[in-house]
């Protein structure tokens, strides 16, 4: 069964560090998706990406925050300037597309990242 | 902006108890999915209702809509060991890409 990966699984790093995660969703969705999950909490929504370009984006995805789909393939987030705050896990997902059968978002595993 | 609250935040049941976590959303949503989500694990896909009063049964999981599709329940009959984790509802509202809008999730344990 087609699954979504992300790269890499856990990711260190120091504050004022460039992060650049990595997602390769389901190869025939349209539809793209970064959600975050701090430890113990929800899951928020950061951004929604369709027909490459942004579509939607939360409060979180502020100006040091971009995505970008390189390729046909990856799509990627990139946190310019990591501050403590932006440690959490990180959800990829993907759909198909908008008509109700379409409409289940597939999650990657996800990247723990870690802002010391 | 719209809110989904999600309760309880935890349930400790014996195995082969029942279990139910309720969902409400502020606003009206086009439909409401539910995830599961096992420790150190990524939210997986279990359903996705649409219709107003809608209910849907996945062996010992029964999944509600409301009728003005504002709320949702999920409950577990005869609690298994398996069934431990987080569980999420997540609405999806009429007018965006897709965004979910995931509630506070209820963890459950489920003592053998």
């Known amino acids: 069964e087609p699954e979504v990966t992300q790269t890499p699984s856990h990711q260190v790093t120091q504050m004022g560090q460039e992060v650049i995660l990595r997602c390769v969703p389901i190869?025939?969705?349209?539809?793209f998706y970064w959600y975050r999950q701090i430890l113990g909490q929800k899951v928020e929504f950061l951004v929604s990406f369709y027909n490459n370009e942004i579509s939607e984006k939360s409060e979180i995805f502020d100006d040091q925050f971009s995505v970008e789909r390189p390729d046909g393939s990856n799509f990627t987030l990139k946190i310019r300037s990591t501050k403590l705050e932006d440690s959490a896990m990180y959800f990829c997902?993907?759909?198909?597309?908008?008509?109700?059968?379409?409409?289940?978002?597939?999650f990657g595993p996800g990247t723990r990242l870690l802002v010391l | 902006g719209q809110q989904v609250m999600q309760i309880p935040q935890y349930q400790h049941v014996q195995e082969g108890e029942d279990f139910t976590t309720y969902c409400n959303s502020s606003?009206?949503?086009?439909?409401i999915q539910w995830y599961k989500q096992r420790p150190g694990g990524h939210p997986v896909f279990l359903i996705q209702?649409?219709?107003?009063?809608e209910v849907k049964k996945q062996k010992r999981l029964t999944f509600q809509f409301g009728e003005a599709k504002k709320n949702s329940s999920l409950h577990i009959t005869a609690t298994q060991t398996t069934d431990v984790g987080t569980y999420f509802c997540?609405?999806?509202?009429?007018?965006?890409?897709?965004?979910?809008?995931f509630g506070q999730g209820t963890i459950l344990t489920v003592h053998p």
């Open positions: 190869s025939n969705h349209l539809y």
């Open positions: 606003t009206t949503l086009s439909n």
């Open positions: 997540a609405g999806l509202g009429g007018t965006s890409y897709g965004k979910l809008t």
């Open positions: 209702l649409v219709k107003s009063g």
């Open positions: 997902a993907s759909k198909r597309g908008r008509t109700s059968h379409q409409e289940t978002q597939y």
